[in-house]
C-alpha cells in the first residue's frame, strides 16, 4: 500500500498565472491610516498570495475534482454496513424551503411551529417504528446515539441505586463503535462469543450474565447480515439478571415496518437517519443519530424534548421542554442536525407505512438475490439466509495469491464502488455486501458478473488483480498515512 500515488492530472493543482482573475475590485476608498482603526492589525497584509486564475479556470477545476470521486448518483454503492442507499431528490426540495433552512436556533417557539411539529412527528414516527415510547433527536450520528443511550443507561441504574453494574456485554460481531461507546461511558466491555450459526452463543451469555451487567449492546441484524433468532430469548436472560438491552439500529433498514426492536424487548436504540432514512452521509457528515427508549428510560432523554400541548389558551402547541430534572443533559448544541431531521421526515411522508414496509422487503431481497449468484464463487461463512446485506470470505482467493483487498481494488476497474472489506472481524478476508433496495436487477446483474469475472481472474491471471486498480485517477493510496498524518493544504 506504501505504492506512490498515479496521479493523472500533475499539474491539476497549478492554475494559477500572474495578472489572471475573475473579478474587478475597486480601489481601496478608506484613507490608508484609519485603515487600522477599521481593520485589525493581523487582517492586513500588504501581500496576499492567492491564486490568480479566471472564474472558467477555477469552475473546470472543481467540477473535475468532482468527476474524480464516485457517489451515489453515479452507481452502485454497496458499501456493507453503511447503507448508501439513492437519496430522493425531493428531501433536498424539501430541506432548502426557506421556512426550515433559515431558520434560527433562538426563534421563539411561536416563531417556528412549523419547525417544531416537524421534529414532534419525526419523534413519534421514530418511536412508532422502533416500537419505542420516547425519542431523542439530538445525537449527530449513530455513535454518539450510542453514547447517549448508554449515558442513559447508566443514570438508570443509578437511580435505582444500582451503580455497581459496571459491565457491559458486547458480541463479538458488534460494530466497533458499541464497545467505544460503553467505554467512554466508564464501563467495562466483555465481550459475548457467537456461536456456528452467526447468532449469540446462549450458554456464553449465560456465563456471563450476573448481578454486575448493566446493558448488553447487540446489534439487529447483526453485522453479519443475519437476524437472531433467539433475540428475545437473549433480552429475557438479560432483563433476569438485571440489565438492559441497548438496540443498535443501524440495520433497521432489514427491518423496516416488520419487527420493531421494542417488541422484541429492547429498552434503548439509536437509528441513523443517514442510513435507514436516505440522508446524504459519507466523508463523515452531516449525519443524525436520534435515540428512542422505553418508558422506564425516558426521563433521562436530553433535555429539550420537542413537547405539544393543549393550545386553546392562546399558547404555541409545539414547544422546547427544557423541564426534565432528571435528563443527562444536551449532548449536543441546540436541537440535532435540522436539515437532516427535515430530509428524512421528507422520506417517511413520501413512503408512508406500506413504502416503509416495501424497502425492507426489497433490501432483504436484492441482498439475497445477489447472495445466490456469488455463493459458488466465494465462501460463505455463515451459510443461511441473509437479511439487507451478507458477508462473504476471501479466503479462497487468498489461498490462490489474491487477497480481499485486491478484490476490492479489482473491482473499482469495473466501475462499481467496493464493499466494505475486513469487517466484521470475527470473518476472514470478510467482504460485506449490502446492495439496498433502490438497485434495479440490472444493476445487480452487472455487479454479479464482476465479482464473478474477478474469482475468475484470480484463478486465471492473478496478477491482474493484485496490481489493480488500473484504470482509476490513483492507484493505491496509504489509507492509514491518509488518515493519520493528513496534509490538507498546498505544500508548495
Ligand atoms: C454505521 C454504524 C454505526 C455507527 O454509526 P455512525 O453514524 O457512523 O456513527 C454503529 N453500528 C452499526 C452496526 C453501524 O453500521
Known sequence: MSEEARVVEPTIFELSRPGRTSQAVGACDVPEKELAAVLPGVALRQDLPLPEVTEAEVTRHFVRLSRLNYAVDLGLYPLGSCTMKYNPKVN??????????????????????GALQLMYELQRYLCEIGGMDACTLQPSAGAQGELTGMLMVRAYHREREEDHRRIVLVPDSAHGT????AAMVGYRVVTVLSDVSGGVDLDDLRGKLNGEVAALMITIPNTLGLFDENICEIARLVHEAGGLVYADGANMNAMLGRAKPGDLGCDVMHFNLHKTFSTPHGGGGPGAGPVAVKAPLAPYLPSPLIARRDASDGQAAYYRDFDRPQSIGRVRSFYGNFGILVRAYTYIRSLGAEGLRSVSENAVLNANYLLAQLRGAYDLPYARRCMHEFVLSGRR?????????DIAKRIIDYGFYPPTIY??????????????????????DAFADTMLSIAREAVDEPEVVREAPHNSPVGRLDEVRAARHPVLRDQG
Open 92 to 113: 433536498e426540495e424539501v430541506a432548502s424551503w426557506a421556512g426550515f433552512a433559515s431558520i434560527h436556533p433562538y426563534l421563539p417557539d411561536a416563531a417556528c411551529q
Open 423 to 444: 469487517f466484521p472481524l470475527i470473518v476472514e478476508e470478510a467482504l460485506m455486501v449490502e446492495p439496498t433496495e433502490t438497485e434495479s436487477k440490472a444493476t445487480l
Open 178 to 181: 458499541n464497545p467505544a461507546s
Open 397 to 405: 482467493q487468498k489461498s490462490q495469491g489474491v487477497r480481499t483487498l
